[in-house]
DNA sequence: TTGCTCCTCACGTCACGTGAGGTGGC
DNA sequence: TTGCTCCTCACGTCACGTGAGGTGGC
């Protein structure tokens, strides 16, 4: 059946100069073309791979990427389009972390305090436990950062671990300008992942916390946690990158079901070297606020309502650090613990 | 502090370029500008304002949308950054759902049989219910198509769905190209919306099926219902738009307390003339399918067990239809029901 | 013969990146 | 004085939409 460009452009629904410029890419050629006028004329077997597409502009697939999906023959062309719809969502989701967290700064911003000035006191350890020989875990306490990270045991872990907690550290000394401090987070979790990338194929989960002033930077990526103790409250303020907490968001799985999952440690994200997709934020600290970053290792050995009464009445981080550890091993744990406590304190 | 366009560019993580253009169009003009040599100053003041630009560049904010959100104080800007990032998702999600459309489609082509030759049976009826004496609920079954349509109470909702369900009924005798049976559908909601537009403030849902031969085209927004038993059992293939459901889906509720959740009608689409976000999908029908189209009347009155048994056996949609209806009745229902009961049958 | 459709330029849109070629400031 | 930085064009990118001005086909 053969078509002139308008009545095909209508059957397709795409537009004449659409076409024009398809056949000038050799992406959809005419069937024939008339020597003198120039006409195009296409045949209705064409319709169907006119309407695919168009359904790929729909979608806002760039026109070089829809010419190397209409090679591939029809069942590897739905697994192309799926891949490249799990990229769309993938960097709409980093953009919507974006955007929330500049709703909730502006919707914040004047509310900074005068208040007292405050100051910090902290406490690191590193645990190889009592079973395993090897620690792939890091942990990090200095006046501004505090870090804990977790290398996957398998590969180059304890190296990935070591050289993500080491990247951070130069925050420790850099000057961080008013209202920049979600740019260098961004770029010092960038920098990690770079120094995470030149180990031999280390992955590692990093969660850190970066002081400066009453604002107080959040990374966080993998299952390894942050937690806050506030008014005599534990609040968990990371969300753990795993597939059992996607499974819990979805409402595919109970509390009591991901406790007792067999891929309880399946991460969804962590760093590998190749782009980091870390969720970055800003809280405001108050005088009296004690944090707690741990490793998994501590996090499923030690119940939340112990990881909150040892808080809650521990003398200092120190302290706190040795009694969580020692509960860890008491349950024990077999894994490696990392664990970081720092408490904000008026001076 | 002055700085010149290179440090503030770095600052502000802006190309110098970039703050070219935004000094032309004023939405950043430079504090001072050397008349001799054109030479741009910032003051460190600027700097705030250039972040929040060069996040919402990031986010894909056009210019012109971030120039009205600079003119709004901090609070408001907020409100507006979350309005432009839920537009963006309501549209991300409608792109979704044609990528898993196509992904869908392109995986299943060729699988088409040839098949016996088949035909279909049908039935339809819109019942007042025994309580109320108006009718909100349309029903419609042709040898092409199949809808059920139920109007909100308030307002204009008989004429809303009889509106919508008359419009859908121009497909019974449209043309359609092979592999353009999307589009179709598309459109035909799409001028659904438009007649349901034209009543005084009415809205509706609409739930439709309409058979092309083993493709069988399914469009579906609001609480109405899809249901289909093949092989003796029966699938739920609408999911319903509504605050429930979403509740549900996100795990934040159990299927037992959104039984009784007092806004269990509270819809999150549907139609309402002012553009139409429908599900729209393609199945492909086995002789010996029968399929149920029903509104909340009847979903929420009758078990989805008493539901399998009657379509079970039933012996024509118009027997299957009067039991529906009856066992409704029994079980008290207060609302309209409209129901839809279609068969595939080897001719 | 009259519309309608087709053709090829060519410019506009959007928000820049990336030179080219020249000059100002320390 | 030597680099470095700044300036203004100007073109390229992406996938078209929208004319202008002219011609082909029934």
Sequence with gaps: MRMTIGAFARAARLSAKALRLYDELGLLRPATVDERSGYRYYDGSQLERARLIAWLRRLGMPLARITRICELPAGASGAEIAAYWREVTAETESRGRLAAFLVDYLSGRGHVMSGTPMGVRYAARADAGPVRTTNEDAAYAGGRLWAVADGARDGDGDRASAAAVEAMRTLETRE?????LLNVLTEAVADADRAVGSTAGGVTTLTALLWTGPELGLVHIGDTRAYLLRDGELHQITHDHTQVQSLLDEGRLTPEEAESHPDRAMLTRALTGDGAAADVSVL?????????????????AVSVAELGTTLRHAASPDAAVAELISLAHAAGAPDNIACVVADIVPV
Excluded: E
């Excluded at 961080?176 to 920049?180: N, P, R």
């Excluded at 405001?284 to 499923?300: I, K, M, N, P, Q």
């Design 176 to 180: 961080i300008a008013a209202g920049d």
């Design 284 to 300: 405001t600290a108050v005088a009296g606020d004690r944090y707690l970053l741990c490793s998994d290792g501590l996090s499923t």
